[in-house]
């Protein structure tokens, strides 16, 4: 479980993230990335919100298979084709209207990419969790 989140005043506070998580507990979950197909292999969405959207469904979904929920992420990456503040907008607009008041406020990573593994997709997302 996350017990602390810290944001040092050395340095940059950013929004809807934490510069540091501090977890206790005797499980720790790592999610593979997490992209949006569906269970058919077929890509769902195609916009970045759409498919934000599905991946963050996914990662809460694989959360839960390991008795875990979003507060628990400690860790979060995200992984954007096409990358600009716009998107990165919109990607935290899925993230409140998918998880509501549970969006992991934890240590956050976003990377800006060529491509994923499946031409097509435009986000993907990996968690840590501590249970």
């Not at 790592?30 to 970045?48: L, N, R, Y």
């Not at 607009?93 to 969006?103: L, P, R, Y």
Request: proline letters at 5%.
């Amino acid at each position: 479980m996350i017990t602390e989140r810290l944001d040092p005043p050395q340095l940059l506070k950013i929004p809807e993230m934490a510069n540091v998580s501090v977890a206790t507990g005797t499980r720790i979950i790592h999610i593979s990335g997490q992209t949006s197909v569906g269970t058919d292999g077929q890509i769902v969405g195609a916009t970045h919100p759409e498919q934000a959207r599905n991946v963050f469904r996914n990662v809460e979904t694989a959360l839960s298979a390991a008795g875990a929920t979003v507060a628990d992420v400690a860790k979060f990456n995200t992984y954007v084709v096409d990358y600009s503040w716009e998107v990165l907008e919109a990607i935290i607009t899925a993230s409140k209207e998918t998880w509501g008041d549970q969006v992991p406020l934890t240590a956050n990573t976003l990377v800006g990419v060529a491509s994923l593994w499946l031409p097509g997709l435009l986000v993907e997302a990996d968690a840590v969790a501590v249970v």
